[in-house]
Each structure stands twice: as structure tokens, then as C-alpha cells.
């Protein structure tokens, strides 16, 4: 499930919705991790109340995807907006965890794949 409604930021306050939940590293990691999951569910999608949908697998492939707007590295990572640093603490780029994460998910569809 992705339940994207508009809201509030209660820390920020700038609007999120389904369009700003897309637009995030991590959010896009993980429909991702879902689009190579052996098991791939497609994502029924809540943004409203009388707002529901089904994201087909050919939609993410098609729309998301094959798309810098669906590249986990080209989303909005808070790491990266807050500069690196936290308090005048240093903090590690969360790219670098999302790619990791992402060969290893690549990784094994393929050698699914080629088991299969």
C-alpha cells in the first residue's frame, strides 16, 4: 500500500502528497524493491478518500521506471537538503546505502531470473 494523502508537514510545513512521496529516494527505493520482488504486488495507491488506484507493473515500467523521475539516486534525500550535517555534526549521504541496497535487489532478480 502507498497512502499518500495531501497533509501538512508538521515539521516543515510544505504540502506532501502522492506527488512529493514519488519525489523522495527512499520512497522510490521502495517501489523498487517491490517492482524486483519475486513476489511483485501491484501497489494499490491511496491519496484521498474517494482517491484509489492500482499501479500496474507496465505503469512503473513505463511512467516511472525508465525515468530520471524514477531513479532512486535523482530523488530528494534529507541528508542531501540538510547539506551533510546535523547540529554541525557531520552525516553520511543516504545514496550511498540506497544504491547499495539497490544491486543487491538487482542482483538477485537476475539470478532468479536465470534460475528460473
Known sequence: FVVAPQARHLDT????DLETWRARGWCRLEMWANHLCVEHQCPVVITERQSVMVESP???????????????????????ALGHEIGGRSI??????????LRRMWAN????????
Open 13 to 16: 510545513g510544505t504540502t506532501c
Open 58 to 80: 507496465e505503469d512503473f515500467v513505463v511512467y516511472k521506471g525508465s525515468t530520471r523521475e524514477g531513479a532512486v539516486g535523482c530523488g530528494e534525500f534529507s541528508c542531501c
Open 92 to 101: 553520511p549521504c543516504d545514496k550511498d546505502v540506497c544504491l547499495q541496497i
Open 109 to 116: 532478480k537476475l539470478s532468479h531470473s536465470q534460475e528460473s
